[in-house]
C-alpha cells in the first residue's frame, strides 16, 4: 500500500476493523513519516524512533485512532489522527510536568490504554468544533504557496478547470498517470511543467485538451503525491472521481 493510491487509506483502515492483524502491522509501518511529523511539531525538536518516548506514545495514540476512527463522520483519517496524537502527547506531558500547556482534551487515563466511548465522542466533538476549519485554511494556504511554485493561482486553476465531469475525469486520470510514473512526475518537479508529447502517448488524449488542462493536471498531480500534506484536498478528489 502506498499513501497516494485512491481509497487505499479508507480500504486499510476497514481491513484493520474487522481484525486484519497483518494490514494493521503495514499501515503502521507506512505512517510512522506521518507519525514523527506529527510528534515534531508538537514537541518542537527532533526526535529519534527507539531513543524518545515520545514517539512511542505517539504510535500508540495513531494506532487508537484507527480503532477509534469512524468513516461515517465524513472526515479524513489523518486529520483525525493527527489530533489524537497530539491529545495523547499533552495529556502525557502534563503527567510528566515537562511542560506547561492549557490542555483542554482528555484523551486517556494511560498512554497505553484504549479511548473510552466518552473519550472517542470528545475527540470527534473536538476535533469537529476546534480543529476542522483551521487544518482546512492552513492546507489551503501551504497548498497556495506550492502552486505558486508552478505558477499556477487559485483564481487561474478555476477558470480553466474544466466544467463538465467527463472533462474532469479525463484530466484526473492524467494526473494519476503522472503520479504513477515516476519519470513523469519527476519531469514536473523539476521543470514546473508537463511532458505534453508523452503525455499524448501514454494517455491517448489530445495535445489541445492537455495543454487547456495543464493547471488543472498539475495541481491534482501534485496533491495525489503529497496525500499526507493535503489530506483534505486529497479527499475532495477522490470523492470527486468515485
Same mark, same amino acid.
Given at each position: 500500500?502506498?499513501?497516494?493510491?485512491?481509497?487505499? !487509506?479508507?480500504?486499510?483502515? @476497514?481491513?484493520?476493523?474487522?481484525?486484519? $492483524?497483518?494490514?494493521?502491522?503495514?499501515? @503502521?509501518?507506512?505512517?510512522?513519516?506521518? !507519525?514523527?511529523?506529527?510528534?515534531?511539531?508538537?514537541?518542537?525538536?527532533? @526526535?529519534?524512533?527507539?531513543?524518545?518516548?515520545?514517539?512511542?506514545? $505517539?504510535?500508540?495514540?495513531?494506532?487508537? $485512532?484507527?480503532?477509534?476512527?469512524?468513516?461515517?463522520?465524513? !472526515?479524513?483519517?489523518?486529520?483525525?489522527?493527527? !489530533?489524537?496524537?497530539?491529545?495523547? @502527547?499533552?495529556?502525557?506531558?502534563?503527567?510528566?510536568s515537562r511542560i506547561h500547556v492549557e490542555c483542554p482534551y482528555e484523551t486517556a487515563s494511560d498512554e497505553g490504554t484504549p479511548f473510552s466511548p466518552a473519550e472517542i465522542q470528545s475527540a470527534w466533538n473536538d476535533f469537529r468544533d476546534r480543529t476542522i476549519e483551521d487544518e482546512r485554511r492552513e492546507e489551503l494556504a501551504e497548498y497556495e504557496k506550492l502552486l505558486a511554485n508552478f505558477g499556477i493561482d487559485f483564481e487561474s486553476l478555476a477558470e480553466t478547470s474544466p466544467k463538465h465531469r467527463d472533462s474532469r475525469q479525463t484530466l484526473f486520470r492524467v494526473a494519476r498517470l503522472v503520479v504513477s510514473q515516476p519519470e513523469i512526475m519527476g519531469y514536473l518537479l523539476k521543470k514546473k511543467q508537463l511532458p505534453i508529447n508523452d503525455l499524448m502517448f501514454k494517455t491517448g488524449v489530445n495535445r489541445k485538451t492537455l495543454e487547456r488542462g495543464r493547471k488543472f493536471i498539475i495541481a491534482t498531480a501534485l496533491v495525489l503525491y503529497h496525500p499526507m500534506e493535503f489530506p483534505y484536498i486529497y479527499s475532495y478528489i477522490n470523492a470527486s472521481t468515485n
Amino acid at each position: 500500500m502506498t499513501p497516494g493510491n485512491n481509497g487505499s !487509506v479508507l480500504q486499510a483502515l @476497514l481491513r484493520i476493523q474487522a481484525g486484519d $492483524a497483518l494490514a494493521r502491522e503495514d499501515f @503502521l509501518q507506512e505512517y510512522k513519516p506521518f !507519525v514523527l511529523k506529527t510528534a515534531m511539531n508538537l514537541c518542537k525538536h527532533p @526526535l529519534e524512533w527507539g531513543r524518545d518516548d515520545e514517539l512511542s506514545i $505517539a504510535l500508540i495514540a495513531f494506532n487508537s $485512532a484507527i480503532d477509534s476512527y469512524d468513516p461515517a463522520k465524513q !472526515v479524513p483519517f489523518l486529520p483525525y489522527a493527527r !489530533v489524537v496524537i497530539e491529545n495523547r @502527547l499533552k495529556d502525557h506531558f502534563r503527567k510528566e510536568s515537562r511542560i506547561h500547556v492549557e490542555c483542554p482534551y482528555e484523551t486517556a487515563s494511560d498512554e497505553g490504554t484504549p479511548f473510552s466511548p466518552a473519550e472517542i465522542q470528545s475527540a470527534w466533538n473536538d476535533f469537529r468544533d476546534r480543529t476542522i476549519e483551521d487544518e482546512r485554511r492552513e492546507e489551503l494556504a501551504e497548498y497556495e504557496k506550492l502552486l505558486a511554485n508552478f505558477g499556477i493561482d487559485f483564481e487561474s486553476l478555476a477558470e480553466t478547470s474544466p466544467k463538465h465531469r467527463d472533462s474532469r475525469q479525463t484530466l484526473f486520470r492524467v494526473a494519476r498517470l503522472v503520479v504513477s510514473q515516476p519519470e513523469i512526475m519527476g519531469y514536473l518537479l523539476k521543470k514546473k511543467q508537463l511532458p505534453i508529447n508523452d503525455l499524448m502517448f501514454k494517455t491517448g488524449v489530445n495535445r489541445k485538451t492537455l495543454e487547456r488542462g495543464r493547471k488543472f493536471i498539475i495541481a491534482t498531480a501534485l496533491v495525489l503525491y503529497h496525500p499526507m500534506e493535503f489530506p483534505y484536498i486529497y479527499s475532495y478528489i477522490n470523492a470527486s472521481t468515485n
